[in-house]
């Protein structure tokens, strides 16, 4: 049972674009909500995260947004670059335990 | 500063042959995972270590799979026989003991595939 949706699948966005991926949780122990970024034959690496008392987090191009009573959270990717294009996890943390969702593939057009 | 390290990286076996996994985490990590990565999907979780304690290993097939972190620091995981859909990514993780639980520094993986 995935605990965490995910949403698209994949996307293709023309450089200097915006990339926005989705995911919705359920469990409200949930108390992290961090972003991985993956490159084929790469393991995951720590974008962002945000807690959910911050409605939003921006970091350089990339910002979450964070809907606490829609239990809803959003990775946003502003003026898109063709080095971002790789798959990107969501993921909802708690007492330890980490659960991914199943990731967006970005691919960014030049 | 050295990242997780994993060996080795790619693996084939022929379906019930044992395969094992090797996992160096950074220096100063106590928290260790393994994870498994399928085709298209997210990292699950297997195992997690505290120190050379099992804390949580829940979702680890037992009567195949096993683990082990000798002396708190490198950790190997055993699949004793594979099967066809043992075919994965094995993902090695640490992370430092109390810190936030989401941040987590990940190996390059070890790709097995079983025929």
């Known amino acids: ?110 | 500063e050295a990242g997780v390290v994993q060996s080795p990286r790619y693996k084939i076996i022929e379906k019930k042959q044992p395969v094992a996994f090797w996992c160096n985490p950074i220096s100063g990590h106590n928290t260790l995972y393994w994870y498994l990565q399928n085709l298209g999907q997210g990292p699950e979780l297997l195992i997690r270590y505290e120190n050379e304690e099992a804390v949580d290993d829940s979702q680890l097939p037992k009567d195949r799979f096993s683990a082990e972190r000798l002396k708190g620091v490198d950790s190997t995981l055993k699949i004793q026989p594979a099967e066809l859909g043992d075919s994965a990514v094995y993902l090695c993780a640490s992370s430092v003991a109390g810190a936030n639980t989401g941040e987590l520094f990940f190996g390059e993986g070890s790709r097995l595939t079983v025929l």
Not at chain 1, 19 to 37: H, R
Not at chain 1, 43 to 65: C, H, N, Q, Y
Not at chain 1, 75 to 84: E, F, K, N, V
């Open chain 1, 1 to 110: 049972q995935q605990q965490v949706k995910q949403s698209p699948q994949s996307l293709i966005v023309q450089k200097g674009g915006i990339s926005i991926i989705n995911c919705a949780y359920e469990n409200t122990a949930f108390d992290y909500f961090p972003w991985y970024q993956q490159f084929p034959g790469k393991g995951p690496a720590l974008l962002i995260a945000i807690r959910p008392d911050v409605s939003e987090k921006k970091e350089g191009r990339f910002t979450i947004s964070f809907n606490k009573s829609a239990k809803q959270f959003s990775l946003h990717i502003m003026d898109s670059q063709p080095g971002d294009s790789a798959t990107y996890f969501c993921a909802a943390s708690m007492t330890y335990k980490l659960s991914f969702g199943a990731g967006t593939t970005v691919t960014v057009r030049a």
